[in-house]
C-alpha cells in the first residue's frame, strides 16, 4: 500500500525521502552501550540479533525496507541514544565521532542516492566541534546531528554560539535528536522513551527561542525530531507567561508561539490528528517524513495516507520540502 501511495505523491514531488531513520556502528555502540540511557546505563543490553539492531547495522537490509515502502532516500543520523559519546574524554570522543561518521559515508558511497549522511560531533571540545563542521563541509555532508543537551547544556546556552553561527554560515541544515534524559525516573516504564524524548524536544526549543539563538541566526534550518515532542501543542501558556512576566520576554522579539515556524518537524509523531494539528500550526512546507526507522514500526508513507491533508501538501511532507532544503532539485 505505501509503495502505491509514494507512487501517487511522486506526481507532485520528485523523491519519497526519509529524514529520521538511524545507524550503528559496531566499535562504538560497543563502547557506548554502558553508557547509555537506552541500556538503563548498562543494567539492560540490545541483544545484536534483535531485527531491529540488524538493520542498524546492515545497509542492504534497509534497502529492502526503503523499497518495500516506496522509500527513494534514507537521511542517516548516528543511533546517539544507543552510542552517545557525551561520557568520554574530548580526545576519546572525537575520535570515536570520526569512526561514527566514517561508517555513516561508507553507507553513502555504497548506495549513492539512496543513503544521505549527516554528522556527528566532539561537542566535548568546542574547536574540535568547529574542525569536524568543516570536516563534514569537506566530505559533501548538508545535516549535522545534535543532541538536546551536552552533559545538561541545552543548546541555546552560551557555548554553543560559535557552533550555529558556523552551521548557519556554511548552510548547513541542523537535525536535533535527543539522546535520553539521565534523570532515572524515566527508567521506569520505559519512560525515557515515551514521554522523555518528548520533553527533551520542549526543552532544546525553548531553550534555541529563549536565549535568543533564532533571533541571532535567522538563517538556521533546524529540524525537530518527533514533531518536536509536546512543544507546538502547548503554546497558549507560553505566550501568557511573557505576557504576565515581560522579563521573560528579554531575548525576544516576538511571542513565543510565533517561533514554531523558525523550526522544520518530521513526521514521527504517531497519531494522525496530533500530525494534522501540527500541520495546521506550521504549514505542511514546515513537515518532513520522518519514520524514526528503525526503531518504530511505523511506516512513514502509509502513516502520512491516514492525515487529512491535500495529495499537494502531502507530497511536500513526502519529499518536496526535503528535496527543496537538500538542494536535490
Given at each position: 500500500?505505501?509503495?502505491?501511495?509514494a507512487?501517487?505523491?511522486?506526481?507532485f514531488?520528485?523523491?519519497?525521502?526519509?529524514?529520521?531513520?538511524?545507524f550503528?556502528?559496531l566499535?562504538?555502540?560497543?563502547?557506548?552501550?554502558?553508557?547509555?540511557?537506552?541500556?538503563?546505563?548498562?543494567?539492560?543490553?540490545?541483544?545484536l540479533d534483535m531485527?531491529?539492531?540488524?538493520?542498524?547495522?546492515?545497509?542492504?537490509?534497509?534497502?529492502?525496507d526503503?523499497?518495500?515502502r516506496?522509500?527513494d532516500a534514507?537521511?542517516?543520523t548516528?543511533?546517539?541514544?544507543?552510542?552517545?559519546r557525551?561520557w568520554?574524554?574530548?580526545?576519546?570522543e572525537?575520535?570515536?565521532?570520526?569512526?561514527?561518521?566514517?561508517?555513516?559515508?561508507?553507507w553513502?558511497?555504497?548506495?549513492?542516492?539512496r543513503?544521505i549522511?549527516?554528522?556527528?560531533?566532539p561537542?566535548g571540545?568546542m574547536?574540535m566541534?568547529?574542525?569536524?563542521?568543516e570536516?563534514?563541509?569537506?566530505?559533501?555532508?548538508?545535516?549535522i546531528?545534535?543532541?538536546?543537551n551536552?552533559?545538561?547544556?541545552?543548546?541555546g546556552?552560551?557555548?554553543f554560539?560559535?557552533?550555529?553561527?558556523?552551521?548557519?554560515?556554511?548552510?548547513?541544515i541542523?537535525?536535533?535528536?535527543?539522546?535520553?534524559?539521565?534523570?532515572?525516573?524515566?527508567q521506569?516504564y520505559?519512560?525515557?522513551n515515551?514521554?522523555?524524548?518528548?520533553?527533551e524536544?520542549v526543552?532544546?526549543?525553548?531553550?534555541?527561542?529563549?536565549?535568543?539563538?533564532?533571533?541571532?541566526?535567522?538563517?538556521?534550518k533546524?529540524?525537530?525530531?518527533?514533531?518536536g515532542?509536546y512543544?507546538?501543542?502547548y503554546?497558549?501558556?507560553?505566550?501568557?507567561?511573557v505576557?504576565?512576566?515581560?522579563?521573560?520576554?528579554?531575548?525576544?522579539?516576538?511571542?513565543?508561539?510565533?517561533?514554531?515556524s523558525?523550526f522544520?518537524?518530521?513526521?514521527c509523531?504517531?497519531?494522525?490528528?496530533?500530525?494534522?494539528?501540527?500541520?495546521?500550526?506550521?504549514g505542511?512546507?514546515?513537515?518532513l517524513?520522518g519514520?524514526?526507522?528503525?526503531?518504530?514500526?511505523?511506516?512513514?508513507?502509509d502513516?502520512l495516507?491516514?492525515?487529512?491533508?491535500?495529495?499537494?501538501?502531502?507530497?511536500?511532507?513526502?519529499?518536496?520540502?526535503?528535496?527543496?532544503?537538500?538542494?536535490?532539485?
Amino acid at each position: 500500500m505505501s509503495v502505491e501511495t509514494a507512487n501517487r505523491l511522486r506526481c507532485f514531488c520528485s523523491k519519497c525521502i526519509d529524514f529520521h531513520t538511524h545507524f550503528l556502528q559496531l566499535d562504538v555502540f560497543n563502547a557506548c552501550q554502558p553508557h547509555s540511557v537506552s541500556s538503563c546505563f548498562g543494567r539492560v543490553s540490545w541483544p545484536l540479533d534483535m531485527p531491529v539492531m540488524q538493520r542498524m547495522f546492515n545497509p542492504e537490509l534497509q534497502i529492502q525496507d526503503m523499497d518495500q515502502r516506496g522509500i527513494d532516500a534514507n537521511v542517516l543520523t548516528s543511533a546517539d541514544v544507543m552510542q552517545s559519546r557525551a561520557w568520554a574524554s574530548p580526545d576519546e570522543e572525537r575520535r570515536m565521532t570520526a569512526i561514527v561518521n566514517e561508517e555513516c559515508a561508507r553507507w553513502v558511497d555504497a548506495y549513492p542516492g539512496r543513503f544521505i549522511g549527516s554528522a556527528v560531533l566532539p561537542l566535548g571540545d568546542m574547536r574540535m566541534a568547529l574542525a569536524g563542521v568543516e570536516e563534514a563541509v569537506s566530505a559533501g555532508l548538508e545535516v549535522i546531528n545534535l543532541p538536546s543537551n551536552y552533559r545538561g547544556d541545552y543548546l541555546g546556552h552560551a557555548r554553543f554560539t560559535d557552533l550555529f553561527a558556523t552551521i548557519e554560515d556554511r548552510n548547513l541544515i541542523v537535525f536535533m535528536h535527543p539522546e535520553g534524559t539521565p534523570d532515572m525516573w524515566f527508567q521506569n516504564y520505559a519512560l525515557w522513551n515515551s514521554i522523555g524524548q518528548s520533553i527533551e524536544e520542549v526543552k532544546v526549543m525553548s531553550s534555541l527561542i529563549y536565549e535568543g539563538v533564532i533571533d541571532r541566526f535567522p538563517r538556521l534550518k533546524l529540524v525537530m525530531a518527533h514533531g518536536g515532542g509536546y512543544m507546538p501543542h502547548y503554546m497558549g501558556r507560553l505566550d501568557r507567561n511573557v505576557t504576565d512576566k515581560p522579563f521573560t520576554a528579554k531575548n525576544l522579539t516576538k511571542k513565543p508561539s510565533e517561533y514554531l515556524s523558525d523550526f522544520y518537524y518530521d513526521s514521527c509523531v504517531y497519531d494522525p490528528r496530533t500530525l494534522e494539528i501540527l500541520i495546521e500550526r506550521v504549514g505542511a512546507d514546515r513537515v518532513l517524513l520522518g519514520g524514526d526507522y528503525p526503531a518504530a514500526t511505523l511506516d512513514p508513507i502509509d502513516f502520512l495516507d491516514q492525515v487529512r491533508v491535500s495529495d499537494v501538501d502531502r507530497a511536500k511532507i513526502a519529499g518536496g520540502t526535503a528535496v527543496e532544503l537538500l538542494g536535490l532539485a
